[in-house]
């Protein structure tokens, strides 16, 4: 399994590709799933008549590995709209899993251990070194900011997208990378 985690995705090369100079925006996500095992079959399933899926460029495990699943030159599908120009960042965290769109289930508590977040700010050092535009970050939840109908209370709408979430230490990443928030929890 841990072989199949250091890999790309195996339609990575199916994925449109890009200059790394249209990449500004550094985009936080977290799986909301139990593991990283788990992430990567979702990661791998096929959505689109291209071959390809959805899923983030990086992700990064509680004890702070970084697996690489797309390319940086690669548009992975990881945010509606904002693909184009931006890079994903999935992070290893329960989020509303399993039952993430029902009313009981909408706060979040998986916290994100020292080490994961101190991978990411190492992380997007690196991309800051090697991407000539990259300028900003955000969370998914603030460019996502789409309702839906609750499973169990269609009465009750929900919020499609909450993550990275409120667990997400954005006071302590911003202090430790030179980017720009453009969200609004971050701010
Ligand atoms: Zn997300």
């Keep these: 399994m841990s072989n199949q985690l250091s890999a790309l995705l195996p339609y990575n090369d199916k994925l449109e590709s890009r200059n790394i100079s249209d990449i500004e925006f550094v985009i936080i996500h977290c799986t909301e799933l139990p593991d990283i095992e788990t ?24 004890s702070g590995l970084v697996y690489q699943w797309v390319e940086n030159d690669r548009m992975a599908h990881h945010v509606k709209d904002h693909n184009k ?9 329960l989020g509303r899993y399993p ?14 251990p020292n080490a994961q977040i101190d991978a990411l700010i ?8 090697s991407l000539p535009n990259l300028k900003y970050i955000t969370g998914h939840e603030d460019l996502d900011r789409r309702l ?4 169990n209370d269609p009465s009750i709408y929900i ?23 453009t969200g609004i929890l971050g701010q």
């Design 122 to 129: 190492k992380l997007i050092h690196t991309l800051q070194k």
């Design 159 to 181: 919020r499609r997208k909450m993550d990275p979430g409120t667990m997400f230490p954005w006071d302590k990443v911003m202090q430790q990378i030179n980017l720009i928030n």
């Design 99 to 112: 039952d993430w769109h029902k009313t009981n289930h909408q706060i979040m508590f998986d916290e994100y």
């Design 85 to 93: 120009n931006s890079i994903g960042i999935e992070l290893d965290n």
């Design 39 to 62: 992430a990567r079959v979702y990661g791998e399933k096929v959505h689109y008549k291209s071959g390809t899926g959805n899923s983030g460029h990086y992700y990064i495990s509680k």
């Design 148 to 151: 839906i109908k609750s499973e």
